[in-house]
């Protein structure tokens, strides 16, 4: 075979394969705006949105990454009955009379249920209507119980 038969046989692959890549990308565009047409708007912005907070949320992660900020942290139950026996929790002691002011409850005169000062039906409670005690303990003696969700 000579050079010129060689290079006239690799034009035709050449243009064999340019029409097979362009057969196969009118077949792909064809597939997609068949897809898309058949979908309705509201699909097609919700893929959107979804799309893109992925994104944004992968792009964050990466750059905590690479900043060096990548901190390691867990969630983890704090033991109250530990904290209310010795005022300390992992090591930190705080003052009597911080502790005493966290562990305070309070109770309606005209009801039989106690709250602690964190919990949202102390809020509910009328003013005029508040009787506090220094511990659960006390207002258990006193006749009350502690609040659903309270525990």
Wanted: charged fraction near 20%; aromatic fraction near 8%; hydrophobic fraction near 40%.
């Amino acid at each position: 075979m000579t050079i010129a038969e060689l290079i006239k046989e690799s034009k035709a692959q050449a243009r064999r394969l340019l029409v097979n890549i362009l057969e196969r990308r009118v077949r792909i565009k064809s597939s997609i705006q068949a897809v898309f047409s058949t979908l309705p708007h509201d699909v097609f912005v919700i893929i959107i949105i979804l799309l893109s907070s992925a994104l944004s949320f992968g792009l964050g992660m990466l750059t905590e990454r690479h900043s060096g900020n990548s901190r390691a942290f867990s969630i983890k139950e704090l033991p109250l009955t530990e904290f209310a026996d010795t005022g300390k929790l992992a090591g930190v002691t705080l003052a009597p009379e911080t502790l005493a002011e966290n562990l305070q409850v309070v109770a309606s005169k005209n009801g039989t249920r106690y709250y602690f000062t964190w919990c949202s039906g102390s809020e509910k409670l009328s003013e005029k209507n508040k009787v506090w005690f220094q511990s659960p303990q006390e207002a258990e003696a006193n006749g009350y119980t502690v609040a659903t969700g309270c525990d």
